[in-house]
């Protein structure tokens, strides 16, 4: 599988982006999916994930609320709609698909990686 990350760029603190990762192959409704960030200097980290038939969702806490993630697997793309943006969430963002049989939120689970995109939100 790969993916491919777009949709970041620079947004006012309260601002709305929405990220999509486009998967190539035909099995993309396998894979459970996920988003993940790292800002500078630090570790990345979980931010949501995705069963493959969508009907699981999960969240960390810091954008419960703010960001939704889905998926259309006609279309082989997950988005990450992120809304109420505030400048601590500036990072680089990927998504990441794995082949479990649950949907993991470590980012040691998942087996394929996008190449990042690049969220800047000001103050």
């Known amino acids: 599988v790969q993916l491919q990350a777009s949709g970041g760029g620079l947004v006012q603190a309260g601002g709305s982006l929405r990220l999509s990762c486009a998967a190539s192959g035909r099995t993309f409704s396998s894979y459970h999916m996920g988003w993940f960030r790292q800002a500078p200097g630090k570790d990345r980290e979980f931010v949501a994930a995705?069963?493959?038939?969508?009907?699981?969702?999960a969240y960390a806490d810091s954008v419960k609320g703010r960001f939704t993630i889905s998926r259309d697997n006609a279309k082989n793309t997950v988005y990450l709609q992120m809304n109420t943006l505030r400048p601590e969430d500036t990072a680089i963002y990927y998504c990441?698909?794995?082949?479990?049989?649950?949907?993991?939120?470590?980012?040691?689970?998942?087996?394929?990686w996008g190449q990042g995109t690049q969220v800047t939100v000001s103050s």
């Open positions: 990441a698909a794995a082949f479990k049989a649950r949907v993991p939120l470590s980012q040691y689970e998942y087996d394929y």
């Open positions: 995705v069963s493959r038939s969508f009907g699981v969702t």
